[in-house]
């Protein structure tokens, strides 16, 4: 076969029209018409000479030999990203782009920070940030579509073997109450007085949810006790209905430090408990890593985290350390299901995300 049957055009076609589900929506996210989408797809199964869809059903279906063609399709397009990429870094961060990945809350509060200091040292690198379930996120770090990301769930298992995961942060929940709620004159409340508040909370499939109550049922606490008044799936919102009045919550400290230097809302501890997570910062060892990604990671991420820099050197140390062993397991760790990370045991665990702009 002297030509290839397929184009790369046709295969972004292909893939946006499993992305979407019919041909309209595809043609409108290409910004091009649906005659020319439907086109496009009928030559590129005259020149395949196999149907691509089943065209049965109200929603555009792939056949097997379709799966087979998107399945190849993604790669290479990934492929051919990667490639511009490499060849715009020949540029020297002249130019290029930059992915990020995010879940919520960090892509919600502290990322947009980082990239504001990305962009003051390097203008010329264009940077998306993508917002997303750290499940969604994970996969798109996997697939090549984000460089890198800072998640504070866990990865699905199917991805153990393709991802690198370094311990970057905690990230402290806070318990925050209405400015005039009764405790809201005290700093710290016992354990039982949370049988007396309500709670507005996230979903309770939410990754925050779930370290909320994983961290309570370790410290005593009968989560089935608490009261949640209602469950948002906003912090924003959050935040509004706590500085309404509405209930009280526990919400990540860095998206809360602007309420509480204004009083808005007040914090509480609870005596013995302290409600944290983890988050990672995630990438692809098996994908080409831009000069951008290397300088957010060896330029920005250390400034937000006190003890990011030390846990980057001991990741490469043991990474070293497992290569030379030739071991075929991933490395130890702590909160964390991934499969290579740093082994986290040895490292301080009052690490803390800071602002570069108080930070002494």
């Known amino acids: 076969m002297s030509d290839l049957p397929f184009t790369l055009d046709q295969l972004r076609i292909l893939k946006a029209i499993a992305a979407e589900g019919s041909f309209k929506r ?75 990945g995010a879940s919520q809350t960090t892509g919600t509060y502290l990322l947009p920070r980082m990239i504001g200091l990305f962009r003051q040292r390097y203008p010329d690198v264009a ?47 806070a318990l925050i109450l209405p400015v005039h709620h009764p405790f809201a004159k005290q700093d710290t409340i016992q354990k039982e007085d949370l049988y007396r508040l309500g709670f507005i909370a996230l979903d309770s499939q939410s990754t925050i949810r ?36 509405l209930g009280c919550a526990f919400v990540s400290t860095t998206a809360i430090e602007k309420e509480l230097q204004m009083g808005m809302v007040h914090r509480v501890k609870i005596e013995d408990v ?55 397991g991933p490395l130890n760790a702590t909160n964390l299901n991934s499969g290579h990370v740093v082994n986290s045991a040895s490292v301080n665990h009052h690490n803390r995300l800071v602002s570069p702009e108080i930070e002494s």
């Open 210 to 245: 779930k370290v909320i109550d994983q961290v309570l049922t370790r410290s005593g606490i009968e989560t089935r006790r608490l009261k949640i008044e209602m469950e948002l799936n906003s912090i924003e919102a959050i935040k509004t209905a706590v500085q309404s009045g």
């Open 26 to 100: 595809a043609a409108d996210s290409l910004y091009v018409s649906q005659p020319a989408v439907s086109l496009q797809v009928q030559n590129l199964e005259r020149q395949l000479d196999v149907p691509l869809f089943d065209r049965g059903g109200r929603r555009a279906q792939l056949t097997e030999a379709g799966h087979l063609l998107l399945s190849y399709g993604e790669k290479i397009l990934t492929l051919c990203q990667e490639t511009c990429r490499a060849i715009e870094d020949l540029q020297n961060l002249q130019g290029g782009t930059l992915i990020i």
């Open 127 to 173: 940077v998306q940030l993508h917002v997303h379930s750290t499940r969604r996120t994970s996969w798109s770090v996997a697939n090549g579509q984000i460089d890198l990301a800072i998640i504070g769930g866990e990865i699905s298992p199917e991805l153990h073997d393709s991802l690198e995961i370094i311990p970057y942060a905690e990230d402290e929940l």
């Open 274 to 328: 302290v409600v944290k997570r983890m988050l990672a910062v995630i990438t692809n060892p098996n994908r080409y890593r831009s000069k951008a990604a290397e300088a957010f990671c060896q330029d920005i991420l250390p400034q937000f985290s006190s003890l990011h820099a030390a846990r980057m050197e001991q990741y490469r140390l043991e990474r070293a350390d497992q290569s030379k062993a030739n071991s075929a």
